[in-house]
Structures are given as structure tokens and as C-alpha cells.
């Protein structure tokens, strides 16, 4: 999987008939092109590059770009159904699906998709460049929440859902049940040095009553009303040109509830989109707020009270339980895996290893909020929950540090 061997699985003359279409030019001809890994592909099965280079035609020079999306096999994600279904973006782009979509979201040109002597695939698409600068401002990620609730709001008013069998179903269900075996590792190991850098204090015992009331969580976001969604929509995959957003990576795309799609934009801020942590409720309450617009510009007369619980629910169980215990933690733990993810998003393995004390306490107000919008009965069961996973951590860390 490294950088010098996939280049040998370059072919220069597919490449020039790609070239040739997309110069419109059966006379184009390659002089020279380079290929250079950039950040993203952060699963381990995928790998991200740019290719570059120079061609010629009519004795003119005509320089281009294009991006090459590297997918490996995975026999273990090779469930259609599955969460992490690894050729899952590779039929949503072979697909008609994502070539009318509605509102102002759409994807990247996709100039060929190939299968590799080793079974790995290369997407090769357009190289975007986004008009906005990075890091985003407050505003321009108000604009994309705006975008998203338009887009989830067309599927909940004028287009039936899609029924394609890569189409993701009960994906945050599946994502959590994968966390199983670190759920087990904090409870026997709760002051192992990256579960207290992680979780610090009152946010382990939480985040373990959390996870026994999941599956009733899981239900309570079943109740709402469903919508298709790309279901990793943050900066770094939303690229605004000519005022619409083009949305790359594809991979988790599928049915979830109405407020679910707005999760990976506020999710992630804070960390691979470089959004102050300490502006983290404006953030919050400024993109719920356009994101509840775009349904209502969509047609769709939502419920805020219905749209509101779907978010906080997806936010607490899917980057708390689903993203810090069953993603991060074991990158954590493997050092091979935590040189791997901070190369490719571009961050310190310090920036990996810790959470920052801003996050943790805005996923408490948004746990806090979803016991008052879940009912007294609920939060009691889950304030006494939080309480007995203290006392058994503080006696799990006893024992542990028994000589």
C-alpha cells in the first residue's frame, strides 16, 4: 500500500484516453506526469493521491490535475448492508443515483473507475478546488448546513428514498455494535493512559451509560422521519465552487434520520476542520438553525423538537461512542495506526491521542440536553447509570492498582 507501488499500477495509456475525453481532444498526447499522496483516505483500505502532469496538443501545452482514490479489498466489510461496505462508494459513483441529486449538492466528475491486478480499485475524478478558504468561517459553514438541510429535505418531500442494495440501512446501529470490543477494554482497563486522555473524569462513566441505553437510543431515532443522506458531510469532503458544493467520499451514503446529516459537519469541527473549540454551542446553534431553514425551504414542514433530537442523538452516539471509543481508542493504541491517521489528516499524533477539555464539555451539554428532551423517566435511569459506572470504575481502578 505504499506510494511507489501504486504508481506501477498506473497505466499511462488509460490515462491519456481519460485525458482525451476530458480535453475533448483525440490528438492530446501525455509529455509528463508526477503522483503525490495528499491528506484524506483515513480508513485504512483507501488511499488518496494527486496526479499531475503536462500534455500536448496541436504543439500546445496543456497542464492537468486529476485526484486517484485508491480502495483495497476488505473481506470483512464485503456486506452491502454493512456499515463500512468497502466498494460502497465505488457502485454509489457507478450508479445513476448520485448524477441527480437535488438541491444544490452534487458530486465530483468521475472520469473512469478501475479494477487492479491486486483487486484494489482506482477512482480517478476531478480534481476540485474549493472557492472557500480554509480553515471555513462560521459563516460558510452556516451556508453548507443550509445546503444540507435542503438536500435532506427534497428526500423527505419530493423523491422517494433510494432502494439500491449499496444503499446504507441502520448504519449508526451496525457503526456502534463495532465498538464492542473497546467498550471492554476501558471497563477492565479505565486508567490505562489513553482512555483518561480520551474520556477524562465524569465523560468515561457517561459515555458507558451511554452505551447501555444505546440499542433504546437507536430506536428513539428510528421513530423519525428518514431521509438519504451522505452521512460524512464536513468541510473536508464539501468543496464550494460556483456556488454549489460538490461532496466527495460517498462511502457511508444511506438512510438516516432527519437531523443526522448535520452530525459529521458539527462532529468533526473542532478537529479536522481547524474550528475553534471554544465557539463550539455557536457553531452548534447557528448551523442547527440553517440546517432546520433548508428543510423548511425544501417543502418539508419539520417538527424543530423532531430534527433537534435526531442530531443531539447521532452527535452523542456516533462521535462519542461510535468515533472516540470505537474509532479513535484502538488508533490510540496502535502506534503504526496512529503514525498512519495523523499523516494522512495532516495532524500531531498529540492531536490524535487527546481530547481537547472544550469538546468534552460541549458533548456533556448535548448528553444534558438529550435527557431533558427524552423525558424524566429516561434521565433518572441514566443519571443513576452514570452513578454505579463510577463507583464500579473507581473499584476497577483499585484492584488494578493492587500490588
Known sequence: MNEEKDSTLIDPKYITTLLKGIFSDQELAIKEWRMTRITGGVEIISRIYRLTGDAVSQRQLKPWSMIIKKIHPEESFSDPSGFRYWKREIRAYQSQLLNHLPGNISKPEIYGIRENPDESYFIFMEDVHDDYKHPWSIDQFIEAAYQLGSFNGFFLTKKSLPEEEWVSR???????????????????????????????????????????????????????????????????????????????????????PVGAELAPLIGVAFDYSQFPSSRAEELDQACFESYFNGLLDAGYKADQKQVRLGFILTMSLRYVLGGVVGERLPIVLDEHRRIEHSEALGITEDEVSQAKAEVVEYYQKIAMESLQSLGTVFSIRFISRTFLWAIRLAFRRKENNKP
Request: net charge positive; proline share 8%; charged share 20%.
Open 170 to 256: 441502520d448504519w449508526l446501529r451496525k457503526y456502534l455494535l463495532h465498538a464492542t470490543p473497546m467498550v471492554s477494554f476501558i471497563k477492565q482497563n479505565p486508567n490505562h493512559p489513553a482512555v483518561k486522555s480520551l474520556l477524562p473524569g465524569l465523560a468515561l462513566p457517561m459515555t458507558l451509560a451511554f452505551w447501555d441505553e444505546f440499542p433504546r437510543l437507536i430506536n428513539k431515532l428510528d421513530e423519525l422521519p428518514q431521509t438519504f443522506c451522505h452521512q460524512d458531510a464536513f468541510s473536508r469532503n464539501l468543496f464550494y465552487r460556483n456556488e454549489k458544493f460538490i461532496a466527495i467520499d460517498w462511502g457511508y451514503a444511506g438512510i438516516a
